[in-house]
């Protein structure tokens, strides 16, 4: 059963973020997300760490099992970019629970803005995964085209976001 909650009952936040993030979401429900901020964190070895020196920087990373963000300490100091990354992370959460139809319809209007020559994406993390596609991974619908489909979907749910 789902347990209709509103944003600030839905994320648990430490107290140094700003509550004004929850403004930029639409009305949400589901089982409560926690949110952590740490400092420089990378992606090494595809694990998210945090303060190791290594890997390539990233803003944040979400677990979807364990129902946690991480979010990069720095982006504190820019509040824009953290609202826009933090909705990035919580749409991540939003394509798991959208089902297998939904995702399959969104990835239909990918494949035709692809097959018309579409340029870019909204976003760093689509960009770069869509710039990686090969047909055969549109067709096949390989890990590659379905993490590009789910993060052009995170980026989206951005897009009015200032
Ligand atoms: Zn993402």
Redesign the pocket.
């Known amino acids: 059963m789902q347990i209709e909650k509103g944003n600030h009952q839905l994320f648990d936040l430490p107290l140094r973020v700003p509550r004004s993030m929850l403004q930029h979401l639409p009305p949400l429900s589901g089982h409560r997300i926690r949110v952590r901020v740490q400092p420089d964190l990378t992606s090494l070895g595809g694990k998210l760490v945090s303060g190791v020196g290594r890997g390539a920087a990233v803003h944040?990373g979400?677990f979807m099992r364990k129902r946690v963000i991480v979010l990069e300490e720095a982006l504190l100091r820019f509040p824009r970019r953290l609202n826009r990354i933090f909705i990035?992370?919580v749409?991540?959460f939003a394509w798991l629970r959208l089902g297998n139809h939904e995702r399959r319809q969104y990835e239909q209007l990918l494949e035709a803005e692809i097959r018309l020559g579409a340029k870019g994406e909204l976003?760093w993390?689509?960009e770069s995964l869509k710039e990686t596609l090969t047909p055969a991974d549109v067709r096949r619908r390989t890990i590659r085209w379905r993490a590009y489909a789910?993060?052009s979907f995170?980026?989206y749910s951005r897009v009015d976001v200032r």
Do not use: K, L, N
């Open positions: 944040a979400s990035h992370e749409f991540h976003g993390s689509a789910c993060e995170c980026d």
